[in-house]
């Protein structure tokens, strides 16, 4: 039984709002966008971070220095460092600004093969390198109608986390996208909030009350600046991973204000 949730845990917490924006923005794109973004930054009641592409990463962390938006990648090597061609480290990228790296996303999943025990990995190098983890879990169109969302999503924590302490996860962030709600049309809000009880209920299972109540759990699948409120509004959803909707800034910011 959950007695609490994130948002209420001791003091009201900001909804965290990230843009993935996936494969788009050079880095002169990514500096305008934040520019424009960080201007609007002070009035926005939520925690803002952006997920750029690796090219695009150093030239939006200098944007956003003395701001409170924070940068961060949607992929990262497995290893410290070493004969691995193509890959990226943690230590790489918390040179260039790094705090915050998306981690099993579907796409990454479904086009580039990774596996519960490669994000695993991941997410231990994230825990070791001080890069703070967002988990990326959803089911297919087919698991939900075959009654096995909450089986799912509760065996892709488990795979991604296992062998991790309650300590090793303070930092931890979930994030909820049914792979049939992205780039199509958003779950409803109380169909995202069921299968955000099942990963609450599971993390204070495995990890404790404090653990569960300190996580965020965000939802990702067609987030957009008319959804996003009635999203927010349930106990268990505590933000938002957004992707097509982070492209343009003024969407964008419509979006994070409410
Ligand atoms: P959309 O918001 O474009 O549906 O993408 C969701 C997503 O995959 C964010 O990581």
Same mark, same amino acid.
């Given at each position: 039984?959950? =007695? ?32 424009? %973004? ?5 009035? =926005? ?15 939006? !962390?200098?944007?956003? !220095? ?10 990262? $090597?497995?290893?410290?460092? *070493? ?7 943690? /230590? ?7 705090? @915050? #790296?998306?981690?099993?996303? +579907?796409? /990454?999943?479904?086009?580039? @093969? ?5 994000? /695993? ?8 390198? *001080? ?26 924590? /488990? ?5 991790? $302490? ?5 930092? %931890? ?23 955000? %009880?099942?990963?609450?209920? @599971? %993390? ?18 067609? #987030? ?21 909707? +982070?492209?343009?800034?003024?969407? @964008? ?6």
């Amino acid at each position: 039984m959950i =007695i609490g949730s994130y948002k209420k845990n001791m003091v009201e917490k900001k909804a965290v709002i990230i843009a993935n924006w996936k494969m788009h923005k050079t880095s002169r794109e990514a500096d305008d966008f934040v520019r424009k %973004l960080a201007s609007h930054a002070r009035s =926005i009641p939520a925690q803002v971070m952006i997920a750029a592409p690796f090219t695009a990463i150093a030239a939006a !962390s200098m944007a956003a !220095s003395g701001t409170n938006v924070l940068i961060g990648a949607q992929n990262m $090597s497995p290893f410290a460092e *070493g004969p691995y061609t193509g890959e990226v480290s943690a /230590r790489m990228l918390r040179e260039i600004g790094v705090r @915050f #790296v998306l981690l099993g996303h +579907s796409e /990454r999943r479904r086009l580039f @093969f990774e596996t519960n025990e490669t994000i /695993r990995q991941k997410v231990e190098r994230a825990v070791v390198e *001080g890069i703070q983890p967002v988990l990326c879990i959803g089911e297919t169109l087919e698991e939900r109608e075959s009654g096995k969302t909450g089986q799912v999503l509760t065996e892709q924590m /488990r795979a991604c986390l296992e062998g991790l $302490s309650s300590e090793d996860l303070r930092t %931890l962030v979930i994030a909820y996208e049914p792979i049939w709600a992205i780039g199509k049309v958003a779950a409803t809000p109380e169909a995202a909030e069921a299968a955000h %009880l099942d990963c609450r209920q @599971f %993390l204070q299972e495995k990890w404790g009350e404090e653990t569960a109540l300190q996580t965020p759990i965000l939802y990702g699948g067609s #987030v957009n600046p008319k959804n996003i409120k009635e999203l927010l509004k349930q106990p268990n959803i505590d933000g938002a991973l957004v992707g097509h909707a +982070s492209l343009d800034v003024e969407t @964008f910011v419509q979006l994070i204000k409410g």
